[in-house]
């Protein structure tokens, strides 16, 4: 099967039917584990990119919040919020089919706080200067939440199976 193909097709599929140019194929074992178009247009959710869908499908269907052994197909590069899911789902390689470069002429999602030119240096920098305006609100109670998961599992501080980089 050619995945870069079915990737290239979901998204065509969706743009035809009103959505916007994203998808994501994940494959384990030369077989598709999950598959999502972007569906942020369809739902009003900001959250609904392909990556992130697929992502849900594909580690429920393992039963694992862990993709190591696969592989994830997306039309392009991925935005900073899938990219740091990706980073956290641990798939053995990711394949993007086209850049932010490439497509631009034809497609840009900047909003208020979110410019994708400039979101990784805006990441970056230090909380307290950051465009989004945020405000941290210290709290020892909000501490003694991960002293309880700890204490829970038997004093670990890592969930148990995670993928480490070490």
């Known amino acids: 099967m050619d995945f870069v193909q079915r990737t290239i097709d979901l998204a065509r599929r969706n743009v035809a039917e009103g959505g916007r140019p994203f998808a994501t194929v994940i494959v384990k074992d030369g077989r598709v584990l999950a598959e999502s178009p972007n569906l942020v247009a369809q ?3 900001p959250t609904a990119h392909a990556e992130i ?15 190591t052994g696969a ?3 997306v039309l ?29 002429p034809h497609y840009v999602d900047d909003r208020k706080y979110f410019e994708l030119g400039t979101f990784y240096q805006e990441f ?41 980089g070490g």
């Open 43 to 45: 739902t009003d959710d």
């Open 53 to 67: 869908l697929a992502i849900r499908a594909a580690c429920t269907a393992l039963g694992t919040e862990h993709l």
């Open 71 to 73: 592989t994830v197909y």
């Open 76 to 104: 392009a590069h991925p935005c900073p919020m899938c990219l740091g899911s990706l980073y956290y789902c641990s798939p053995d390689e990711v394949v993007f089919l086209t850049t932010r470069d490439a497509y631009e």
């Open 124 to 164: 970056a920098k230090d909380w307290t200067e950051r465009r989004l305006p945020m405000r941290h609100e210290p709290s020892e109670e909000a501490v003694g939440v991960y002293r309880l998961w700890q204490q829970r599992n038997g004093g670990e501080r890592r969930v148990a199976g995670a993928p480490t």
